[in-house]
Every structure is written in structure tokens, then in C-alpha cells.
């Protein structure tokens, strides 16, 4: 099972507006998170990550991470 991790940061006060594109394709599994200086977080346990963003609300190309459990 992998977990993937997204994160961008919003242009210049767009980040309600990454928020709400965020909301409307994580998947229902996945945890949305926002920083103070207009980062947005998705921990994304289905794997499956966000669509395409649209270039106007990020100040740069997303960061994407995929992450598997570590056996105790």
C-alpha cells in the first residue's frame, strides 16, 4: 500500500482558491492541511494524488511523495 504526499504552494492569495481545487479532487480517504505562508497538504492513502492544478493558483509545480509502511 502506498501513501502519496502532495504539496504546493499558492500564488499570491490563491490559497482558498488551491483549498477548494484541492477539496474538490482529493480523494474522500485523503487529509487536506494549509499552511500560514500558503502551503496545501495532502496526505493521500488511496495513492491516487490530485489532478492537474491549474497554473494560476500555484507559485510553483507541485511536490509529489510516495511513501510506504515501514514493518514494525
Known amino acids: 500500500m502506498t501513501t502519496l504526499m502532495w504539496e504546493a ?3 499570491p ?4 482558491d488551491l ?4 477539496r474538490h479532487h ?3 480517504a485523503a487529509e487536506i492541511f494549509r499552511s500560514h505562508d ?6 493521500d492513502p488511496t495513492g491516487r494524488g490530485i489532478t ?3 497554473g494560476e493558483l500555484v507559485a510553483r509545480p507541485p511536490h509529489v511523495w510516495s511513501f510506504e509502511p515501514v514493518p514494525r
Not at 483549498?19 to 484541492?22: D, E, G, M
Not at 500558503?38 to 496526505?43: E, K, L
Open 9 to 11: 504552494k499558492a500564488a
Open 13 to 16: 492569495d490563491r490559497q482558498d
Open 19 to 22: 483549498v477548494a481545487h484541492v
Open 26 to 28: 482529493a480523494a474522500e
Open 38 to 43: 500558503g502551503r496545501v497538504v495532502v496526505i
Open 52 to 54: 492537474e492544478v491549474p
